[in-house]
């Protein structure tokens, strides 16, 4: 399985900022992947990164809101715009190379005061 | 509306004995199930999956049940460890022609096992 890491594993952040979490893979994938466990709550899908082109995103996640890039096959980001305390969350990236599973990084913990 | 509910938010089992987790679903089109350990601090770690076309996989002390016509599915750890106190999740998987579908998530069943 890939080793997968995020940048930064947690921060606090002032609401209408901005944030950008980064996820490094070892190695080339197929697949990335953006989710949010927001506190009590099961994961949560936000978009597909894609490759080149813009993120494919779920029923209730924008663009605006959520810009996603991946320029490359190993490396993608996520961006939680304009933050209020209800994006309070754990954001985990998610890769799979054609497999069924998907693994997962560790997380970056963002706390929204 | 929730496609997948795991009803018992946590469960304590004594070390050696058997540990049971429950999953139940609406979707038929599900493909394939997995279940997935998380360890706090940590992201979810791959467990075991079961195609929609079995009933049993197994995998060291860990066996997935499936029953389509109950749209149930259970993990099993025998002998259970101390180790594998985690919260647990089950997370069904629709595979839309071929490319890698979405996975839903349970919202978690915590495992506590006693020494």
């Known amino acids: 399985s890939a080793v997968i890491s995020q940048k930064p594993s947690r921060d606090i952040c002032q609401r209408g900022t901005s944030l950008t979490i980064q996820c490094q893979v070892d190695s080339q994938v197929t697949m990335m992947f953006w989710y949010r466990q927001q506190p009590g709550q099961s994961l949560t899908l936000i978009a597909t990164?894609?490759?080149?082109?813009?993120?494919?995103?779920e029923s209730g996640f924008v663009i605006d809101k959520f810009p996603i890039s991946r320029p490359n096959l190993t490396f993608s980001t996520l961006t939680v715009s304009n933050m209020s305390p209800e994006d309070s969350s754990i954001y985990l990236c998610?890769?799979?190379?054609?497999?069924?599973?998907?693994?997962f990084g560790p997380g970056t913990r963002l706390t929204v005061t | 509306d929730q496609q997948v509910k795991q009803n018992s938010p946590s469960l304590s089992v004594q070390e050696g004995r058997i540990s049971i987790l429950n999953c139940d679903y609406t979707?038929?089109?599900?493909?394939?199930f997995l279940w997935y350990k998380k360890y706090p601090a940590e992201g979810p770690t791959f467990l075991i999956s079961?195609?929609?076309?079995?009933d049993k996989n197994e995998d060291g002390r860990f066996t997935v049940f499936l029953n389509k016509s109950a749209k149930h599915l259970s993990l099993h750890i025998v002998p259970s460890q101390p180790g594998d106190s985690a919260v647990y999740f089950c997370?069904?998987?629709?595979?839309?022609?071929?490319?890698?579908?979405?996975?839903?998530f349970g919202k978690g069943t915590k495992l506590s096992v006693k020494p």
């Open positions: 997370a069904p998987l629709m595979n839309y022609g071929g490319s890698q579908g979405n996975l839903i």
């Open positions: 998610s890769v799979t190379s054609g497999a069924i599973e998907q693994y």
């Open positions: 979707n038929s089109m599900f493909d394939y």
């Open positions: 079961i195609s929609s076309i079995k």
């Open positions: 990164a894609n490759q080149g082109s813009e993120a494919t995103y």
